[in-house]
């Protein structure tokens, strides 16, 4: 099936700094949407991104969905204690019959967030 | 509210026997996925159903059964599970309007085969 390649796979910061992390894929999408997931639930959506080059903050989150429609990046600024979770990518092909619709995750990236 | 609800959160049962896993959503999405999710691996798709009556295979089918009969139900059928579906499931429900898509996904149900 279709890889996202996620990374970094885990992360260990102070509060108060800020984070990266990407998807990457050697295949086109036309959608990406990032997640956290909290211990014991289910992912929530943080950001949806539409188009080539879009940028979109939810608070302190920035995504970007890449030029080149391969890739997509989220930012978090001045972590806090709660950003703990993991964060997971997702994207949709460009649709192609039985694929339109379907969607693919990264492996996820865990982030620790000390005091 | 809107939501996505499974049942049951957690269940242990033993080779063979079958089980289903229910799911609904208030949102009146057409389309809705079952995905399962284990250590090391994410989110992997297991169906998913594009409307009633309209359902597909994702990566990991093997072993797993759904129906959509009607839009706001998407039950996952095991109809004889082994310990290898030990893992942690997740319901969820998409809406695809336009510009929009955005995924909600239910809170999820441990399953335990032994």
């Known amino acids: 099936g279709q890889q996202l390649n996620q990374s970094p796979q885990s992360m260990f910061i102070q509060e108060g700094e800020d984070v990266s992390m990407n998807c990457t894929s050697s295949?086109?999408?036309?959608?990406w949407l990032w997640y956290k997931q909290d211990p014991g639930e289910g992912p929530v959506l943080l950001i949806a991104l539409y188009k080539a080059g879009e940028l979109t903050s939810n608070g302190r989150l920035t995504a970007q969905f890449g030029i080149t429609r391969k890739d997509s990046f989220l930012n978090i600024s001045a972590s806090i204690p709660s950003d703990v979770g993991i964060y997971f990518c997702a994207g949709q092909l460009e649709g192609r019959g039985s694929t339109l619709g379907r969607l693919y995750f990264g492996r996820g990236t865990q982030l620790t967030v000390w005091p | 509210e809107a939501q996505v609800t499974q049942n049951p959160r957690y269940l242990i049962t033993v080779t063979g026997k079958k089980l289903t896993v229910t799911c609904s959503q208030n949102?009146?999405?057409?389309?809705m996925s079952w995905y399962r999710q284990d250590p090391g691996l994410g989110l992997r798709q297991i169906y998913y159903s594009m409307n009633v009556e309209v359902t597909d295979k994702g990566d990991v089918p093997e072993g797993y059964k759904v129906s959509r009969k009607e839009k706001r139900n998407f039950p996952l059928i095991l109809e004889s599970p082994s310990p290898n579906q030990t893992s942690l499931y997740f319901c969820a429900s998409r809406e695809l309007a336009g510009d929009t898509d955005t995924q909600y996904f239910g809170p999820g149900t441990r399953l335990t085969v032994l």
């Open positions: 949102m009146n999405h057409e389309y």
């Open positions: 295949s086109i999408f036309n959608t």
